[in-house]
């Protein structure tokens, strides 16, 4: 069965570039992304893999530590890491899982056989610091993805989680959010003291409270 939002994320042991990783204690209390690709040395991976490298330090302020999962052998991740780094200006600096015998795939259900049989799909999985699935994205093996979006579902689940905001569509850093439902408008009052503006009773902004 695959994996809903609200689930915790299945722990695994599995060989990386970075040595044997036990995922829940790699994660420790951290926030989590584990993303698959369909192949190494293959063109949209090659760029999404540089990408999430050049990413590093917005990773990192945001708390986030990464994993990327492929069914190929480490030797082969060895050397792929060299055209990443080499093609795309950057060093790779997360681990990739060599995911030989499926294990992690499937446990993520990142193979979807009408797509490739042996494959994975562009999977994403955010995983919050209580080891919950947050977020889950499934992207075709043709179209690589948006890595500034998946940093902008962070920055909202993690307002959420701090302040009780939740972000409009299309909300950008900076812009004003919406106050959560479970949070009374007298209770807004106090607990967001830049304002609250109630257009709808069920429908409040309030600025960004992290800025
Ligand atoms: C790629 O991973 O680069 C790719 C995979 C399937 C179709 C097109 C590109």
Known sequence: ???????????????T???TINFHEWLGNSWGMIFSHPADFTPVCTTELGRTAQLKDEFEKRGVKVIAVS?????????WIK?????QKTTVNFPLI????????QLYDMIHPNASEKATVRSVFIIGPDKKIKLT???????????????RVIDSL????????????DWQEGEDCIVVPAVSTEDAMQKFPKGVNVIKPYLR???QPNK
């Open 98 to 105: 060599a995911d030989e015998d499926r294990k992690v795939a």
């Open 1 to 15: 069965m695959s994996l809903r939002l609200g689930d915790i994320a299945p722990d695994f042991t599995a060989e």
């Open 83 to 87: 055209d990443i780094n080499e093609t």
């Open 205 to 207: 902004t309030t600025p």
């Open 137 to 151: 994205l499934t992207y075709p093996a043709s179209t690589g993805r948006n890595f500034y979006e998946i940093l």
């Open 71 to 79: 069914v190929d052998p480490l030797d082969s991740h060895t050397e």
């Open 158 to 169: 993690q307002l959420t989680a701090n302040y009780q905001v939740a972000t409009p569509a």
């Open 17 to 19: 570039t970075e040595g």
